[in-house]
């Protein structure tokens, strides 16, 4: 199957906190300038860019493909059974359907998929493209990201929303991370609620899974074959 139909078959997840999920659902979704990304090589290229065009670059990112534990990452000195309580510590990511992504490429039309090269690779991916292609450009030690970028470019610094009630219309879930108290969950879920969007709140299994834990119970407790046991 080609990379293209691999990606249309897919659903984009942008990675948030919960704190930033309110903010979201109140005033649409936020174009970054980079300027605070952890990777100061994919900061370098927005900054690159500006020297030599003199436009502004700002950017959404999603996933594009199932959560890894990267997407969860926690903070080092965290100790992942704690309990979160405030909403910028707890984290969730907004699912929507893969209509959206034709959406954002509609309305935004360098949008796609980041590429992932290795420094031996990279002068002869950047050479006879334009130098727009080092905004979708990233590192091969991020590529487990799999990110699909939004790009929106401009002639002078102005913030940037993809409005809510585009977002409204493709989101599918709103998935938080399981640290989190069951009032804490109920009271997430209520203002969720009030937003129309009770439906959608669920807790993410990737750090803990029932169905998973009842799948290895269930084989080994209806096997009768002693032999599978170590003596």
Same mark, same amino acid.
């Given at each position: 199957m080609s990379r293209i139909m691999e990606e249309s078959k897919k659903t984009l997840k942008h990675f948030t906190n919960v704190s930033a999920l309110k903010k979201i659902l109140k005033t649409g979704l936020k174009f970054s300038d980079g300027k605070n990304w952890l990777d100061k090589d994919d900061r370098f290229a927005f900054e690159f860019y500006y020297k030599?065009?003199? +436009?502004?670059?700002?950017?959404?990112?999603?996933?594009?493909?199932?959560?890894?534990?990267?997407?969860? +990452?926690?903070?080092?000195?965290?100790n992942v059974d704690q309990v979160q309580e405030n909403d910028e510590d707890i984290m969730c990511y907004i699912g929507f359907s893969s209509d959206f992504k034709e959406c954002l490429k509609l309305y935004f039309q360098l949008s796609g998929l980041v590429e992932y090269k290795k420094y031996a690779e990279l002068n002869s991916y950047i050479q006879n493209k334009k130098i727009e292609c080092i905004l979708k450009l990233k590192k091969y030690h991020y590529s487990v990201e799999n990110e699909f970028r939004v790009l929106y470019i401009s002639d002078k610094e102005e913030e940037k929303f993809i409005p809510l009630d585009i977002l409204r219309k493709y989101i599918t879930k709103i998935i938080i991370a399981r640290n989190v108290s069951k009032e804490k969950y109920e009271e997430i879920k209520s203002f969720l609620e009030k937003e129309n969007l009770g439906d959608k709140i669920n807790k993410s299994s990737l750090r803990q899974s029932q169905r998973w834990q009842k799948g290895i119970e269930k084989y080994f407790e209806c096997n009768n074959n002693k032999n599978i046991y170590n003596d």
């Open positions: 030599k065009t003199k +436009k502004h670059v700002q950017a959404i990112c999603f996933c594009d493909s199932d959560d890894t534990a990267h997407h969860w +990452k926690l903070p080092l000195n965290m």
